[in-house]
T-cell receptor, first 115, second 114 residues
Framework: AQKVTQAQTEISVVEKEDVTLDCVYETRDTTYYLFWYKQPPSGELVFLIRRNSFDEQNEISGRYSWNFQKSTSSFNFTITASQVVDSAVYFCALFPLGTASKLTFGTGTRLQVTL | EAGVAQSPRYKIIEKRQSVAFWCNPISGHATLYWYQQILGQGPKLLIQFQNNGVVDDSQLPKDRFSAERLKGVDSTLKIQPAKLEDSAVYLC????????????FGSGTRLTVV
């Protein structure tokens, strides 16, 4: 069975602070994909990044960066110099390429960025 | 390209009533998913279609929920009769073959059962 754990339920930061959202996953499959989605107050899920299990290279996209560590089954997401527009719920998700291939989400982390 | 369209945006019904949600996926996306997102939780897969066939409905409460995807394009999800615990956002998503490409989600339908 697969599982995604986002231990941080809610984080509140002041604008311009850096913030890291944690994600820990469990799967028996050796090949899988990890995702981060953003869910703003409007409700839709916005795709941010996909990472496959064979690519442990960290990625940076503007103010966003992701740290994938297979040894600790973690895929953490850092926002540098946070902005009010970053306020949303962020979901980590796992897609194992096995017999039970389906996208499994964590419970989400609500990020509140204030002025 | 146009996104995944869902309607209605909001729905309030009384328990024991029935309700239906509609989804129009991105053109060309063969795979369509319905997710249920209860407040404070992550989305949970209810049913997955590949074209007009069901791939996975293991978490669909079949005694009250049903879904269809006639002609392999639009899909409807129905709840009959609704219970209070069905209050949630119902998200539709679609993807190209090779599901690891990531899904495109609609804005969802927020259902409140009173």
């Amino acid at each position: 069975a697969q599982k995604v754990t986002q231990a941080q339920t809610e984080i509140s930061v002041v604008e311009k602070e850096d913030v890291t959202l944690d994600c820990v996953y469990e799967t028996r499959d050796t090949t899988y994909y990890l995702f981060w989605y953003k869910q703003p107050p409007s409700g839709e899920l916005v795709f941010l990044i996909r990472r496959n299990s064979f690519d442990e290279q960290n990625e940076i996209s503007g103010r966003y960066s992701w740290n994938f560590q297979k040894s600790t089954s973690s895929f953490n997401f850092t926002i540098t110099a946070s902005q009010v527009v970053d306020s949303a719920v962020y979901f980590c998700a796992l897609f194992p390429l096995g017999t039970a291939s389906k996208l499994t989400f964590g419970t989400g982390t609500r990020l509140q960025v204030t002025l | 390209e146009a996104g995944v369209a869902q309607s209605p945006r909001y729905k309030i019904i009384e328990k024991r009533q029935s309700v239906a949600f509609w989804c129009n996926p991105i053109s060309g996306h063969a795979t369509l998913y319905w997710y249920q997102q209860i407040l404070g939780q992550g989305p949970k897969l209810l049913i997955q279609f590949q074209n007009n066939g069901v791939v996975d409905d293991s978490q669909l409460p079949k005694d009250r929920f049903s879904a269809e995807r006639l002609k392999g394009v639009d899909s409807t999800l129905k709840i009959q009769p609704a219970k209070l615990e069905d209050s949630a956002v119902y998200l539709c998503a679609s993807s190209l073959p090779g599901q690891e490409n990531g899904y495109t989600f609609g804005s969802g339908t927020r259902l409140t059962v009173v």
